[in-house]
């Protein structure tokens, strides 16, 4: 595994544009966490030309629902969800500001070209390690959308998170660069 | 006739629910040890030691390893000689599921009204519960909390015989690419063949609870297995998705009798985090 870079939140244009598929980071910073359900009113709200309550400028957000925390610890499991099931929204939140997208699995070729058109990038966490991501965030408070549960929006405020760049602002993929790599085609099946 | 009381049955639910999703089981842990050893790309690699690395803490913290501690599917085996006692069996499963999701602190995952409300029913109820009746005087409970990246990924079709064994591996295999890293590999792939299309469904799931590193009993089946499995790590997925060598940990497949113009096959994936548990009582 190639030595991860240690990153401090919020990324600037400079940093972005340096970024690789591959390359392995370790996040500090302020991250918001959200999902679906405030994915789906967030854009409602857009939608109505209210604005949101959340600075969504250069911001970034990890896909994420937690386990509920033990008493004396900020947050329980938590680890990535899906990303592929914000696909739709992501554009619309990019067009707003939203830099970074932190998730686990496959983004449509309209995510992919986003994180290209607005400089952003897709890193990818670890899924189902969210015992060991847990351990890298320091303190999360529920912001908005309180009534979502575990699906609110909460800040986060992380401390040497591990991430993979999956999709960067040039276009690079890791998912299929690395599955090329690792591909055998002489299949005997 | 020998009696069990609903009570025990509700805290065995509880405790397995609550254990499974803190620690692996040894069968699962071995594996991906030994996944770490034959494994060729160095990301994937670096995943997998920070997989195990999750394992520990877990355990040690009392974390769940995964924040998704799914849906919460129990099979009972009920011997035919069991007497239960002292209320409802279905309920009594559903209080221990409730009682385990929140003593545990594991995470509520299940909404009512699935197509419109979607409303969170805030104890990890109903749970999706399946009886077998078998002979004895014991019952069995086994468990496994689904997590949805993984389940996502299910799929069933039914293929005309002609497409015969090969068809199957090409099914399979192509679905697990398909999933590429949504599933959270390396995965365990579940696959069902024969019987009618709920059958197959369920004996790809029930697949999945056999330990890992043992084969279909059935010489055929086993041979169909090790193809499976060589197909799909051929695909290059590797862990998360990342590239690499090693993208299921197994393939377990088992076949029922069908119909003369059917072949159904059932694809059910897990993710590494192969999460299930058993008693009797």
Same mark, same amino acid.
């Given at each position: 595994?190639?030595?991860?870079?240690?990153?401090?939140?919020?990324?600037?244009?400079?940093?972005?544009?340096?970024?690789?598929?591959?390359?392995?980071?370790?996040?500090?910073?302020?991250?918001?966490?959200?999902?679906?359900?405030?994915?789906?009113?967030?854009?409602?709200?857009?939608?109505?030309?209210?604005?949101?309550?959340?600075?969504?400028?250069?911001?970034?957000?990890?896909?994420?629902?937690?386990?509920?925390?033990?008493?004396?610890?900020?947050?329980?499991?938590?680890?990535?969800?899906?990303?592929?099931?914000?696909?739709?929204?992501?554009?619309?939140?990019?067009?707003?500001?939203?830099?970074?997208?932190?998730?686990?699995?496959?983004?449509?070729?309209?995510?992919?070209?986003?994180?290209?058109?607005?400089?952003?990038?897709?890193?990818?966490?670890?899924?189902?390690?969210?015992?060991?991501?847990?351990?890298?965030?320091?303190?999360?408070?529920?912001?908005?959308?309180?009534?979502?549960?575990?699906?609110?929006?909460?800040?986060?405020?992380?401390?040497?998170?591990?991430?993979?760049?999956?999709?960067?602002?040039?276009?690079?993929?890791?998912?299929?660069?690395?599955?090329?790599?690792?591909?055998?085609?002489?299949?005997?099946? | 006739?020998?009696?069990?009381?609903?009570?025990?049955?509700?805290?065995?639910?509880?405790?397995?629910?609550?254990?499974?999703?803190?620690?692996?089981?040894?069968?699962?842990?071995?594996?991906?040890?030994?996944?770490?050893?034959?494994?060729?790309?160095?990301?994937?690699?670096?995943?997998?030691?920070?997989?195990?690395?999750?394992?520990?803490?877990?355990?040690?913290?009392?974390?769940?390893?995964?924040?998704?501690?799914?849906?919460?599917?129990?099979?009972?085996?009920?011997?035919?000689?069991?007497?239960?006692?002292?209320?409802?069996?279905?309920?009594?499963?559903?209080?221990?599921?409730?009682?385990?999701?929140?003593?545990?602190?594991?995470?509520?995952?299940?909404?009512?009204?699935?197509?419109?409300?979607?409303?969170?029913?805030?104890?990890?109820?109903? =749970?999706?519960?399946?009886? !077998? @009746?078998?002979? /004895?005087?014991?019952?069995?409970? *086994?468990?496994?909390?689904?997590? &949805? +990246?993984?389940?996502?990924?299910?799929?069933?079709?039914?293929?005309?015989?002609?497409?015969?064994?090969?068809?199957?591996?090409?099914?399979?295999?192509?679905?697990?690419?398909?999933?590429?890293?949504?599933?959270?590999?390396?995965?365990?792939?579940?696959?069902?063949?024969?019987?009618?299309?709920?059958?197959?469904?369920?004996?790809?799931?029930?697949?999945?609870?056999?330990?890992?590193?043992?084969?279909?009993?059935?010489?055929?089946? =086993?041979?169909?297995?090790? !193809? @499976?499995?060589? /197909?799909?790590?051929?695909?290059? *997925?590797?862990?998360?998705?990342? &590239? +690499?060598?090693?993208?299921?940990?197994?393939?377990?497949?088992?076949?029922?009798?069908?119909?003369?113009?059917?072949?159904?096959?059932?694809?059910?994936?897990?993710?590494?985090?192969?999460?299930?548990?058993?008693?009797?009582?």
């Amino acid at each position: 595994m190639t030595e991860a870079k240690k990153i401090t939140l919020p990324l600037t244009d400079e940093v972005l544009k340096d970024l690789k598929a591959g390359d392995n980071l370790l996040l500090t910073g302020v991250i918001y966490q959200f999902r679906d359900a405030a994915h789906k009113r967030i854009v409602e709200v857009l939608d109505q030309g209210k604005s949101l309550p959340i600075d969504i400028k250069g911001a970034a957000v990890f896909y994420m629902g937690p386990s509920p925390a033990r008493p004396g610890r900020p947050i329980g499991s938590a680890g990535p969800t899906t990303s592929g099931r914000m696909d739709s929204y992501s554009p619309r939140l990019m067009d707003e500001g939203l830099k970074v997208m932190i998730g686990k699995g496959l983004r449509s070729q309209t995510v992919k070209d986003a994180i290209v058109k607005y400089n952003g990038v897709y890193l990818g966490a670890i899924g189902g390690a969210g015992a060991l991501i847990a351990k890298s965030i320091k303190k999360a408070e529920v912001v908005a959308y309180e009534d979502l549960g575990a699906e609110a929006i909460r800040r986060l405020e992380v401390e040497d998170f591990p991430v993979t760049v999956v999709n960067d602002s040039h276009g690079g993929d890791l998912y299929e660069e690395g599955r090329a790599k690792y591909r055998v085609t002489s299949s005997t099946t | 006739m020998r009696e069990i009381n609903v009570e025990d049955i509700t805290k065995t639910v509880a405790h397995l629910f609550e254990h499974s999703c803190h620690y692996l089981t040894d069968d699962v842990l071995a594996a991906l040890k030994q996944a770490r050893g034959k494994e060729k790309s160095p990301v994937a690699c670096g995943v997998l030691d920070r997989l195990l690395e999750n394992v520990e803490i877990a355990g040690k913290e009392q974390i769940p390893m995964c924040q998704d501690t799914g849906l919460a599917i129990v099979w009972l085996e009920i011997g035919q000689e069991v007497h239960i006692t002292g209320g409802d069996l279905y309920k009594a499963v559903n209080e221990g599921v409730r009682k385990g999701y929140d003593e545990g602190y594991l995470r509520k995952s299940v909404v009512s009204q699935p197509f419109s409300a979607r409303v969170n029913t805030k104890d990890n109820t109903p =749970a999706d519960i399946w009886t !077998d @009746i078998v002979p /004895g005087d014991k019952l069995k409970i *086994i468990v496994m909390p689904k997590g &949805g +990246g993984s389940e996502n990924m299910s799929r069933l079709t039914v293929l005309t015989p002609a497409k015969g064994r090969q068809g199957i591996i090409d099914y399979v295999v192509n679905r697990v690419s398909e999933s590429g890293s949504n599933p959270c590999p390396p995965v365990v792939v579940g696959v069902g063949i024969g019987g009618t299309t709920e059958k197959t469904m369920m004996l790809a799931k029930k697949a999945l609870l056999r330990k890992l590193g043992q084969p279909n009993p059935d010489a055929e089946i =086993a041979e169909l297995e090790r !193809d @499976i499995l060589r /197909g799909v790590n051929n695909l290059g *997925i590797g862990a998360m998705g990342y &590239g +690499g060598t090693i993208t299921a940990l197994a393939v377990h497949a088992e076949a029922f009798p069908c119909h003369i113009a059917s072949l159904p096959v059932a694809v059910c994936l897990m993710c590494w985090c192969d999460r299930k548990g058993e008693a009797t009582l």
